[in-house]
């Protein structure tokens, strides 16, 4: 009896212990108030049935529950942080009472767990698993459990198994998905269903993939300190068990970027590290941003929806590489700044918020770098990545693969040692031109105290001798005073002489072959950080112009050319990226930034109206009519225009305003010129010339602003129904004298009457609520956008390019590829662009072939088709010069001009003679049949001939490409009939050059076609008569030869 006693009083002990784990092979039910597990389950499996033993000495309440972290759902830990629990999801519950009992009592409880847990995935049931997964049963007094219920309107299992005093748990594991049972549905399915059950059985089931972890930033890219940045968005989970963790109160995400800083913000600045930009285009959670003390500012919204941010009480290190992490978890977040010799130390910043965070991954978008919200940082991102729904740690890898890669956008000790050098040099030969009556050097001791630190000796300015400084004390002999105010423009301005002097050796030596000794001088220009010289370095070795080529050095000198945001290098950056060349991997995400940053820059640098930039001439050099048109300032159809437009001729002056005002067809832009046509067209009255006249007037181009005199202009066009000049006004009543239902008014009949600058100004006002109502209508505005960009509105062009990369909720789904076309399109207008080639025209119309080359050839590498389309027609008409352009300088440039989105058929046709001529394979002359047919296509008529010829000589190849391409050949399934249709359709071309040999050759095929068809009988009476006649004609000739000699006048 002493031992049973014993015995109840160490079971009611264990029980009490909260954490205690009961086996039922170690413990007897031997008490009065007890509750035990007789059959312990390892695995939960269909329906399992559960014995439990239980006896109490006063009635209670005795809970069975199971919990458990779904889907790796598991408690947020870290090395710096308590443990935080995350409280674990209730599956299964059984509650039954216990009444007084001198002996124990037993009870089976069925283990009904979702269905999700317990069987295969198949088409009616998801898959799911559990960790940590426990089986709790507790013993609660009566009193106890109705307070509880009272009090909450959900039990809360886990507090009530908290405060019990008796109590067991043990742990328990599901099966792996594919080793559980199959489950048999008892449902009536219909037919479809059926069938779709049974396929899915037969298959190995196949989750979708989601982007929970993404790399938002695959490969380097460099931050320039402007509002742009590598744009991600999310979508929905495909998993409801994913889509539930998106809850706020399970909010977690991890953020982690390995990247280099150049320095920190501006003063009263922050930039952009992470951003996470909303459906209304405004912060949300997270934001982590870089102020002007090198301090980090991180921002999250909390449930209240307002946002809340702190500072880190430490500073983030300048000149090295970083690795940050950001863990989130609920109201907690987790900053690390590793940092020094192989990310050896590292700082930790913990700030707890108030409340809850709210989040929501797909409201809106996430940008890494700068938005037009908060500029981005300046420096090199090497890498980013983003988990949503995960706090955890980033694998090592995304530490370490980016090195190789990376390491290549940091400049070296050594190059900023030389740029150090240059510019010691080029101030040495200033201070020996400018500086003093005594006209000798300062000393060492007076530079070390003025810089700080230590200087070449010098005694007098003579005694200097360096080759460097000869050049660059030249160059300093060269330079306009007027122009240099500072240091900067010092550099810059013998960095533009060398650029300058570099292009004029070529031009007075007449080949690309004088590249090789001339080359120093944009080397020293780009060690300046002349951009326009880097650039040129970059076509240089990448295409061996006159050196070995070396793609190696030319990326280089291209991504050094990125800081002095040079608009060609970025443009050829986003090329690189798009379709992976020049040891550029193909990403579209940095294709996408690239290209929007000089789309957006485009817009603004057309708005400047610089006298040093042109509009793009895509005229191409085979197009003698067009090349006619194009003019210079000593061209005799120039003189003539202006010897009109000084007459009184009412459209030569309008003529000469714009070709002079947006620098077209050839010239260069003069806006003082300009606003002088500007004026005496205006005053003939004329709706247009009052409209162009106004706006100079407004924007003060090539004259001084007069806003009223201005606004009276353009309400006289407007009078007279000017589309523009009404847009114009409602430009005027938004940012001048603002009043918004004006605006909308003159906006609204511009509209009416085509004006696309009135279509996109009304998106502007829907985008940002600038409507008498204050409403902003996002999708409204991309319609209007659309419209106009479609009319070929710059503005409008970008605003569709970031629509299309963030989405539109429940109307637009982001869509990358259209993002980079309408960016694409836009880089292509860029002025730096047109006056690269307006210089390369005017070089070609003077016959400096090189120079032209080199010009086009520049232009081509940024991906603009024209370009490569002149190119490669420079090099196939001056071979000699095409020698000194790497290898295969024609067909490369008519392959990538052939390969463009809307190809020219003079290119298609090119290369179709490329695989026709140069190989003999059968492929190849699939090839040449398919470019070939292609160019035909766009009615070109050499292409339409070239067709019939290749089907007509090579009768065994397949003509399957032309039967799907032109439709006038698809019904035709005679072979002969084919051909003869295509030199038909040749014939009916408008253009007196294929008239020729398409009737021949069509005269030929029918002739050719009807041999065919006549009986042997009839080809061999005709070769007997054709032999006859020979011999008739012959001997008559010959007996007339005779009689002629014989018989002499």
Request: with cysteine; aromatic share 12%; proline share 4%.
């Amino acid at each position: 009896m002493f031992k049973k006693i014993v015995l109840v009083f160490v079971l009611i002990q264990i029980g009490a212990k909260s954490t205690s784990f009961v086996n039922s092979q170690d413990v007897r039910p031997q008490g009065r108030t007890f509750v035990t597990i007789l059959n312990n389950p390892e695995f939960v499996t269909e329906n399992y049935k559960l014995n439990l033993q239980y006896q109490c000495s006063h009635p209670a309440i005795i809970v069975l529950f199971i919990d458990g972290y779904e889907n790796e759902d598991k408690v947020f830990r870290n090395e710096t942080n308590p443990l935080i629990a995350n409280p674990p999801q209730t599956l299964f519950q059984h509650v039954w009472t216990c009444l007084y009992s001198v002996d124990a009592k037993q009870i089976t409880v069925r283990l009904n767990l979702p269905r999700k847990f317990v069987y295969k995935p198949n088409f009616l049931t998801s898959v799911s698993t559990l960790e940590e997964m426990k089986l709790k049963v507790c013993i609660i007094e009566v009193k106890t459990w109705e307070q509880h219920n009272q009090l909450n309107p959900q039990v809360n299992y886990q507090a009530l198994f908290g405060s019990s005093k008796i109590k067991l748990q043990l742990p328990m594991k599901t099966l792996p998905p594919l080793d559980r049972k199959r489950s048999v549905c008892k449902c009536c399915l219909s037919w479809p269903a059926t069938v779709l059950n049974k396929v899915w059985k037969k298959s190995l089931g196949k989750s979708l993939p989601e982007d929970e972890c993404t790399d938002i930033v695959k490969h380097p890219m460099l931050a320039n300190g402007e509002p742009y940045g590598v744009i991600k968005t999310y979508s929905e989970f495909h998993k409801n068990e994913l889509r539930k963790q998106q809850r706020n109160t399970y909010t977690r995400f991890t953020f982690t970027t390995v990247m280099y800083l150049h320095k920190w913000c501006d003063q009263d600045t922050l930039c952009g590290i992470l951003q996470h930009v909303n459906g209304v285009e405004l912060l949300d959670t997270p934001v982590v941003l870089l102020n002007s003390k090198g301090q980090l500012h991180v921002q999250l919204k909390l449930d209240d929806e307002k946002s809340y941010a702190y500072v880190s009480e430490w500073s983030v290190p300048v000149n090295e590489w970083l690795k940050l992490e950001m863990r989130q978890f609920n109201a907690l977040t987790n900053i690390t700044l590793f940092h020094g010799p192989n990310f050896s130390k590292s700082s930790v910043f913990i700030p707890v918020f108030h409340k809850p965070v709210a989040f929501r991954a797909t409201n809106g978008h996430f940008i890494v770098g700068g938005s037009m919200l908060c500029k981005s940082i300046s420096g090199v991102i090497a890498s980013a990545k983003f988990c949503r729904n995960k706090g955890t740690f980033v694998a090592d890898k995304t530490i370490t693969s980016w090195k190789n890669e990376a390491l290549p956008f940091v400049e070296t000790d050594r190059y900023k040692t030389q740029q150090v050098l240059i510019r010691k040099l080029i101030m040495k030969s200033w201070r020996k031109r400018h500086n003093s009556e005594k006209k000798v050097c300062r000393s060492a001791f007076i530079e070390m105290i003025q810089n700080n630190t230590k200087s070449d000796m010098c005694t007098t300015c003579s005694n200097v001798t360096d080759t460097k400084f000869s050049l660059f004390d030249g160059v300093i002999n060269s330079l306009s005073n007027s122009d240099i105010t500072t240091k900067e423009s010092i550099y810059n301005g013998v960095a533009e002489y060398l650029y300058k002097k570099f292009l004029t050796t070529i031009e007075n030596s007449g080949t690309l072959s004088s590249v090789h000794e001339n080359i120093k001088f944009l080397s020293y220009a780009a060690k300046l950080g002349h951009g326009p010289s880097q650039y040129l370095l970059y076509v240089v070795f990448k295409n061996g112009v006159g050196v070995t080529t070396d793609v190696k050095k030319a990326r280089k000198y291209l991504i050094r050319c990125i800081p002095s945001g040079n608009r060609m290098c970025l443009k050829a950056m986003g090329y690189n990226y798009l379709n992976g060349g020049s040891g550029f991997p193909k990403d579209i995400s940095l294709a996408s930034y690239y290209y929007f940053n000089v789309g957006h820059q485009t817009q603004q640098d057309l708005m400047e109206h610089s006298q040093h930039l042109a509009s793009v001439n895509n005229v191409r050099l085979t197009d003698t009519l067009a090349m006619k048109e194009q003019l210079s300032e000593e061209d005799d159809l120039f003189y003539w225009i202006k010897h009109q437009a000084t007459k009184g001729v009412f459209t030569a002056q309008r003529n000469m305003a714009r070709l002079l005002y947006w620098g077209q067809q050839g010239l260069q832009r003069n806006l003082k010129e300009a606003f002088k046509y500007y004026h005496e067209a205006a005053q003939g009255g004329d709706p247009v010339a009052l409209y162009d006249y106004g706006v100079v007037l407004l924007k003060g181009h090539g004259t001084k602003k007069n806003m009223t005199q201005a606004v009276d202009v353009l309400k006289q066009a407007a009078e007279l129904n000017s589309s523009a000049a009404f847009n114009t006004l409602g430009w005027y009543y938004t940012s001048e004298e603002v009043n918004f239902t004006k605006a909308l008014h003159y906006f609204s009949r511009a509209d009416e009457l085509g004006s696309i600058d009135a279509t996109y100004n009304l998106g502007h006002m829907y985008h940002n609520g600038k409507f008498p109502d204050g409403k902003r209508d996002l999708q409204k505005a991309f319609l209007k956008y659309y419209k106009a960009a479609t009319g070929g509105h710059v503005e409008a062009c970008i605003q569709v390019s970031h629509l299309y990369a963030t989405g539109i909720e429940n109307f637009l789904f982001p869509n990358p590829f259209a993002s980079i076309q309408w960016s694409q399109h836009i880089s292509d207008r860029n002025p730096s662009l047109g006056e690269m080639i307006r210089q390369g025209l005017q070089a070609y119309k003077q016959k400096q072939w090189s120079k032209a080359l080199m010009l086009y050839l520049a232009a081509a590498e940024t991906g603009l088709e024209a370009a490569a389309y002149n190119t490669a027609y420079l090099c196939e008409e001056h071979e000699a010069e095409s020698l000194h352009v790497g290898e295969n300088c024609v067909w490369r440039f008519w392959n990538v001009s052939a390969n463009f989105r809307v190809p020219h058929p003079y290119a298609l046709n090119k290369m179709g003679d490329y695989y026709y001529n140069v190989n003999a394979t059968s492929g190849d002359l699939e090839k040449a049949l398919k470019y070939y047919t292609i160019a035909a296509k766009f009615g070109f008529p050499q292409a339409m001939f070239n067709v019939a010829t290749v089907l007509d000589k090579h009768r065994n190849i397949s003509s399957n490409i032309v039967e799907s391409t032109l439709q006038f050949a698809q019904k035709l399934e005679d072979h002969d009939d084919r051909i003869i249709s295509i030199y038909k359709k040749c014939t009916e071309l408008p253009t007196r050059e294929s008239l020729l040999p398409c009737h021949i050759a069509l005269v030929k095929a029918r002739l050719w076609k009807i041999w065919k068809m006549t009986p042997l009988s009839i080809k061999v009476f005709s070769v007997f008569i054709s032999v006859v006649l020979m011999v008739v004609i012959y001997f008559l000739t010959h007996q007339n030869t005779s009689s002629s000699n014989e018989f002499p006048a």
